[in-house]
């Protein structure tokens, strides 16, 4: 966040907007739109002749982007919000600035944007730079393209009330408004799950300029109009005319199952919550940091057009900035790209000036590149988090957020279970990191961690898949796995389809020839072994306890998108290696914990499909980097 006399000066010139907005009760923008529909053609795109250039919002200083049900907390906001958004979501697809076109450039139906074609010979998949050194880069003005020309309809909104007084308050709501992020990993409020309520009903109440209404409401889904079976291609996707969240099967009837999204994302929430911490405690380098396997709830067919992605990537990005607070010393890294995009070809040369394409910066042409979008201020907004820019003040608000303060009397894994009270001081980590402890296990001074890292291919399969991990027994039925109570948690990998048998089987598992990328995670063991301590499972913590357990009760599996379950050892270089470490904890609350002493414990997972290939040592030290 900017320095307090920034601010002073920002909220000063709000107040004098806001000042002149309530004597002169002329609209907020130049024009003036006098019913809810969606405008002919939006504010935005009137104004450029050609190229849609990206700002953010600016207009009215730097504002922070609040989480949604913080945003929900500000009735004129919310409504206006809610407003905008269904004005939006009703343009013609066929116009740039549609919703729909604008939640395309990400992936389907690969198809060009602002007048930026694919590379030659490159026909899939979409402009998203994934598994690269820029996707959180690229993503920041993705974002605030989407935020300026939502706002744009928020304005019409407004100046759709008569001149007077609701209309004078609606804007002067305007002028702070950030499109707001969905904390999927933070302690919900007792009683509440970790699934906002705003976005799993499917009406909602606003005011209107005729009163109040009950309108369908514009996070619970979108509605094609029409969906086009050229631009989804696999069924049943191409005949869905809505997005749905945990189809009830995988026919054109499917309806979404929003109570299941619910107490599945709460049965993980705890996972979330150890991974985002390790994210932002233990990786100080931007490449290992921004190349981690990202976590994604995946409860949508077509993600991007769902209003629930832009929520969270929205909370990903602020991920990125609260990690950018930390480590300010690392960034973006030259490499050769290792998977193509629309405008990108593998080996391609990427670094912090490669043009993140199809977003323009300016009318000249110049596109956007990592480098200029490196401080979110620069597109208008922040996240309050960020406190006063101190990196203490980051920290204090990592660790009452995600770590060892989360929560009211220690973080529970699961409503219902007795848990003990975790001091948690680390999460999750990656090829030798490590994740949570027991206080009770404190060893001169130090913790013991444990986590499994997994690897495999990105395209081992035709399409997405899971990689679940248990401590305990589970049932078979994959339709359990995500509300077992002995899930560990679960490893998303996301890939699109592949078009070659796609005609009339979209579970077609087909391996794609050439692509030999592999993605990374690692799952956190730790908070589940401390349950397990508390149930009387195991005594302790200590590796002589710890790993004769694992060995015979960490279980996985795999699972596509479908719901039907594939064998470890038909995915391709599936290797799942669990790691120990010591960790120090911090001494204070705007401090982070120390690692160290970390070991491979082969014996573990070695000899199960998928499990550690032979490196010689049941315990095998390794070096920090």
Same mark, same amino acid.
């Not at 899939?124 to 730079?129: A, E």
């Not at 596509?560 to 790691?579: H, W, Y």
């Given at each position: 966040?900017?320095?307090?006399?920034?601010?002073?000066?920002?909220?000063?010139?709000?107040?004098?907007?806001?000042?002149?907005?309530?004597?002169?009760?002329?609209?907020?923008?130049?024009?003036?739109?006098?019913?809810?529909?969606?405008?002919?053609?939006?504010?935005?795109?009137?104004?450029?002749?050609?190229?849609?250039?990206?700002?953010?919002?600016?207009?009215?200083?730097?504002?922070?982007?609040?989480?949604?049900?913080?945003?929900?907390?500000?009735?004129?906001?919310?409504?206006?919000?809610?407003?905008?958004?269904?004005?939006?979501?009703?343009?013609?697809?066929?116009?740039?600035?549609?919703?729909?076109?604008?939640?395309?450039?990400?992936?389907?139906?690969?198809?060009?944007?602002?007048?930026?074609?694919?590379?030659?010979?490159?026909?899939?998949?979409?402009?998203?730079?994934?598994?690269?050194?820029?996707?959180?880069?690229?993503?920041?003005?993705?974002?605030?393209?989407?935020?300026?020309?939502?706002?744009?309809?928020?304005?019409?909104?407004?100046?759709?009330?008569?001149?007077?007084?609701?209309?004078?308050?609606?804007?002067?709501?305007?002028?702070?408004?950030?499109?707001?992020?969905?904390?999927?990993?933070?302690?919900?409020?007792?009683?509440?799950?970790?699934?906002?309520?705003?976005?799993?009903?499917?009406?909602?109440?606003?005011?209107?300029?005729?009163?109040?209404?009950?309108?369908?409401?514009?996070?619970?889904?979108?509605?094609?109009?029409?969906?086009?079976?050229?631009?989804?291609?696999?069924?049943?996707?191409?005949?869905?005319?809505?997005?749905?969240?945990?189809?009830?099967?995988?026919?054109?009837?499917?309806?979404?199952?929003?109570?299941?999204?619910?107490?599945?994302?709460?049965?993980?929430?705890?996972?979330?919550?150890?991974?985002?911490?390790?994210?932002?405690?233990?990786?100080?380098?931007?490449?290992?940091?921004?190349?981690?396997?990202?976590?994604?709830?995946?409860?949508?067919?077509?993600?991007?057009?769902?209003?629930?992605?832009?929520?969270?990537?929205?909370?990903?990005?602020?991920?990125?900035?609260?990690?950018? /607070?930390?480590? %300010?010393?690392?960034?973006?890294? $030259?490499? &050769? @790209? *290792? #998977?193509?995009?629309?405008?990108? +070809?593998?080996? =391609?040369?990427?670094?912090?000036?490669?043009?993140?394409?199809?977003?323009?910066?300016?009318?000249?042409?110049?596109?956007?590149?990592?480098?200029?979008?490196?401080?979110?201020?620069?597109?208008?907004?922040?996240?309050?988090?960020?406190?006063?820019?101190?990196?203490?003040?980051?920290?204090?608000?990592?660790?009452?957020?995600?770590?060892?303060?989360?929560?009211?009397?220690?973080?529970?894994?699961?409503?219902?279970? /007795?848990?003990? %009270?975790?001091?948690?001081?680390? $999460?999750? &980590? @990656? *090829? #030798?990191?490590?994740?949570?402890? +027991?206080?009770? =296990?404190?060893?001169?001074?130090?913790?013991?961690?444990?986590?499994?890292?997994?690897?495999?291919?990105?395209?081992?399969?035709?399409?997405?898949?899971?990689?679940?991990?248990?401590?305990?027994?589970?049932?078979?039925?994959?339709?359990?796995?995500?509300?077992?109570?002995?899930?560990?948690?679960?490893?998303?990998?996301?890939?699109?389809?592949?078009?070659?048998?796609?005609?009339?089987?979209?579970?077609?598992?087909?391996?794609?020839?050439?692509?030999?990328?592999?993605?990374?995670? &690692?799952?956190?063991?730790?908070?589940?072994?401390? +349950?397990?301590? =508390?149930?009387?499972?195991?005594?302790?913590?200590?590796?002589?306890?710890?790993?004769?357990?694992?060995?015979?009760?960490?279980?996985?599996?795999?699972?596509?998108?479908?719901?039907?379950?594939?064998?470890?050892?038909?995915?391709?270089?599936?290797?799942?290696?669990?790691?120990?470490?010591?960790?120090?904890?911090?001494?204070?609350?705007?401090?982070?914990?120390?690692?160290?002493?970390?070991?491979?414990?082969?014996?573990?997972?070695?000899?199960?499909?998928?499990?550690?290939?032979?490196?010689?040592?049941?315990?095998?030290?390794?070096?920090?980097?």
């Amino acid at each position: 966040m900017a320095a307090p006399s920034f601010m002073r000066r920002v909220l000063l010139a709000i107040a004098l907007l806001h000042a002149v907005l309530l004597t002169s009760c002329s609209p907020l923008l130049s024009h003036q739109v006098e019913e809810l529909a969606a405008p002919e053609a939006p504010t935005l795109q009137r104004r450029q002749s050609s190229l849609t250039l990206v700002t953010g919002i600016t207009a009215f200083g730097v504002q922070p982007r609040l989480e949604i049900r913080e945003l929900q907390q500000n009735a004129d906001q919310w409504n206006i919000y809610l407003l905008g958004l269904v004005r939006w979501q009703a343009v013609n697809e066929t116009e740039k600035l549609s919703y729909y076109q604008i939640a395309g450039i990400h992936g389907r139906p690969y198809a060009a944007w602002d007048g930026v074609p694919a590379e030659e010979n490159i026909t899939r998949p979409g402009y998203c730079m994934h598994v690269s050194n820029v996707f959180l880069p690229w993503h920041r003005p993705y974002l605030a393209l989407y935020e300026q020309t939502l706002y744009q309809h928020m304005v019409d909104a407004v100046n759709a009330f008569p001149a007077g007084a609701t209309r004078q308050r609606y804007a002067a709501a305007a002028l702070s408004w950030r499109m707001p992020y969905w904390d999927w990993a933070a302690t919900p409020a007792d009683g509440e799950s970790v699934y906002p309520s705003a976005v799993t009903t499917s009406t909602v109440t606003v005011t209107m300029p005729n009163g109040t209404n009950t309108i369908p409401n514009p996070l619970y889904t979108y509605h094609f109009h029409p969906v086009k079976q050229a631009d989804f291609y696999f069924n049943p996707f191409s005949s869905w005319n809505v997005t749905i969240r945990a189809p009830t099967n995988w026919t054109s009837n499917a309806i979404s199952q929003n109570g299941k999204v619910g107490s599945d994302l709460d049965n993980s929430r705890v996972s979330f919550q150890d991974r985002v911490y390790n994210l932002l405690t233990f990786y100080s380098n931007f490449t290992q940091f921004g190349n981690e396997a990202w976590i994604d709830p995946g409860v949508s067919n077509a993600d991007t057009y769902d209003p629930l992605f832009w929520l969270h990537h929205a909370m990903v990005d602020r991920i990125f900035a609260l990690w950018q /607070a930390l480590y %300010n010393d690392s960034y973006v890294e $030259p490499m &050769a @790209a *290792v #998977e193509q995009s629309f405008t990108v +070809a593998i080996n =391609d040369h990427v670094d912090e000036n490669t043009p993140l394409k199809p977003f323009h910066a300016n009318a000249n042409g110049d596109m956007w590149t990592a480098a200029t979008v490196r401080s979110p201020q620069t597109l208008g907004y922040t996240y309050s988090d960020l406190g006063n820019g101190s990196i203490s003040a980051v920290k204090a608000a990592v660790n009452r957020l995600y770590g060892r303060s989360a929560g009211s009397g220690g973080i529970s894994k699961r409503s219902g279970d /007795a848990r003990v %009270n975790v001091q948690r001081e680390l $999460p999750e &980590a @990656a *090829v #030798e990191n490590a994740s949570v402890t +027991a206080p009770e =296990d404190i060893i001169d001074g130090r913790n013991r961690q444990y986590l499994a890292n997994i690897l495999s291919q990105k395209f081992a399969l035709n399409g997405s898949y899971g990689i679940y991990l248990f401590m305990g027994d589970f049932d078979d039925d994959p339709a359990s796995w995500p509300q077992s109570p002995n899930l560990v948690g679960t490893h998303a990998v996301f890939a699109a389809l592949s078009t070659a048998d796609a005609a009339s089987n979209p579970q077609a598992r087909t391996k794609r020839d050439g692509s030999l990328i592999h993605v990374t995670g &690692a799952m956190p063991l730790t908070s589940m072994l401390l +349950a397990k301590v =508390d149930a009387g499972d195991i005594s302790c913590m200590n590796p002589e306890t710890v790993i004769p357990y694992l060995t015979d009760n960490l279980h996985w599996r795999v699972g596509m998108f479908d719901g039907s379950q594939i064998e470890p050892q038909d995915v391709a270089d599936l290797t799942i290696t669990v790691i120990s470490a010591e960790v120090e904890p911090a001494s204070r609350d705007d401090q982070f914990p120390q690692w160290s002493n970390f070991e491979v414990l082969t014996s573990i997972t070695q000899g199960k499909p998928g499990g550690a290939l032979f490196l010689g040592h049941e315990r095998r030290p390794i070096a920090h980097k």
